[in-house]
């Protein structure tokens, strides 16, 4: 069982409001990153870190930011949601190396925008 | 750019039958293959995978082996049970670093 951690689960806000999706591994992962995941279940890279203060944009553009201040933490924020944000997101870290390619998913955090 | 095909379900098959889920990718150089699972209200988790041409994944009676020929790694399995309704991944990375390429996902769905 992995050892990453999301939260909130579920969450319904209105238009406009700033949110924080929490994600938190304690398995010393250098390596997290958030996937999007649509209706129809595709993922979609949205933000990548491969370790502390650093993080990239991954292949579908987004208006959220993410940070790495600390290795286990890699919290995502919407500034100001919108109803076009309501998605799943899947928080995901992997150790350090070549190859490999085994990422450790939370269970995901539904938004759903007003 | 990397891509990953897989058939696109649902897929709604009876207990006991047999499995099969296409996949085929599109890469430079020679990636590694994977194939996840993700269980209804529950993130992906990883099923098996392979790393170079001919190898063979196999975990909780899945099978599927690289085809570099190909450029497949279906995924098998040839008794189902209800437990394996799920959505089923496949994915590729390349050797340095490990961003997944993922597929559209197969909903698999085993009716008793």
């Known amino acids: 069982e992995a050892d990453i951690y999301q939260t909130p689960r579920y969450l319904v806000i209105g238009t406009g409001k700033k949110i924080t999706l929490e994600c938190s591994q304690t398995m010393g992962h250098d390596k997290m990153y958030w996937y999007q995941q649509d209706p129809g279940m595709e993922l979609h890279l949205i933000h990548y870190?491969?370790?502390?203060?650093?993080?990239e944009k991954g292949d579908l553009s987004s208006e959220s930011t993410v940070s790495r201040i600390r290795t286990e933490h890699f919290p995502l924020t919407l500034e100001s949601a919108r109803p076009s944000h309501t998605s799943q997101y899947l928080c995901a870290s992997s150790p350090r190396g070549l190859g490999g390619g085994e990422l450790f998913f939370g269970e995901g955090s539904r938004l759903t925008v007003l | 750019g990397n891509s990953v095909t897989q058939m696109e379900g649902p897929v709604t098959l009876s207990e006991e039958a047999f499995l099969t889920i296409n996949c085929t990718y599109t890469?430079?150089?020679?990636?590694?293959l994977f194939w996840y699972v993700q269980y209804p209200g529950e993130g992906l988790q990883l099923l098996l995978k392979a790393t170079k041409a001919d190898d063979k994944g196999s975990n909780k009676g899945f099978e599927a082996t690289y085809r570099k020929e190909t450029t497949s790694f279906h995924l098998e399995k040839g008794s189902v049970q209800v437990s394996d309704s799920a959505v089923y991944f496949c994915a590729l990375s390349k050797a340095a670093g490990n961003k997944l390429t993922f597929g559209g996902g197969t909903r698999v769905l085993v009716k008793p």
């Open positions: 890469a430079t150089g020679y990636p590694s």
């Open positions: 870190s491969y370790g502390v203060n650093s993080t």
